[in-house]
């Protein structure tokens, strides 16, 4: 696999549960060296359009024909804005992956959702869908899922891009500029 290779990372801004939208920050990177660009789009704040909105980016980007993967920080967006990578993987025929520093729990997750949704049922199956695979790394494991892609494959583009500790360069500085440009100056981590 080329070490320049194209990867989408995405990641939303912060956002209170009184907001409508949350932003969501794609950045294109080759591997984990060099930023390219940088994609402002919004999704409903525990809405079910992430999905939508993300092949959105994907599909508008001037880069569309390079992007090898994209990052997603986590399954969801905006709250319980849940993508179904799968789903979007079919439709844009890009290799999708999520990477989060820490395991879901799964039973805390379908509380939260059966007390404020509806459709729990639905948005659980979705994030459900695909196998978790723990990775380990030099410091702590990270959790990956992916779709249009071996784990094999994602392991080596989550090597390529990893510059620092365990999250893709895509991810890390999609999630500072979403933080920078919504409180001003980023923090936290990815």
């Known amino acids: 696999m080329k070490k320049q290779i194209r990867i989408l990372g995405i990641d939303d ?59 997603l920080d986590g399954v969801a967006l905006g709250g319980f804005n849940i993508v179904d990578i799968e789903e979007l993987y079919s439709l844009t025929n890009l290799p999708i992956l999520t990477i989060t520093r820490d395991e879901p729990d799964f039973e805390k997750i379908k509380s939260a959702l059966k007390k404020n949704f509806n459709n729990w049922e639905e948005r659980y199956t979705i994030l459900k869908k695909g196998k978790l695979h ?47 440009i919504t409180r001003g100056e980023s923090y936290g981590k990815a």
Do not use: W
């Open 134 to 180: 723990k990775i380990k790394t030099l410091h702590n494991p990270i959790y990956v899922k992916c779709s249009g892609i071996s784990i094999e494959e994602a392991k080596e583009i989550i090597t390529l891009s990893t510059i620092r500790g365990v999250i893709p360069e895509p991810i890390r500085i999609a999630h500072l500029i979403a933080s920078g």
């Open 13 to 71: 801004a912060p956002f209170t549960f009184t907001e409508k939208y949350a932003t969501v920050i794609g950045v294109v990177m080759r591997g984990g060296e060099y930023l390219e660009c940088v994609l402002r789009n919004q999704i409903t704040v525990d809405g079910s359009d992430a999905t939508f909105v993300c092949k959105e980016i994907i599909e508008t980007t001037r880069h569309r024909k390079q992007l090898k993967a994209m990052m």
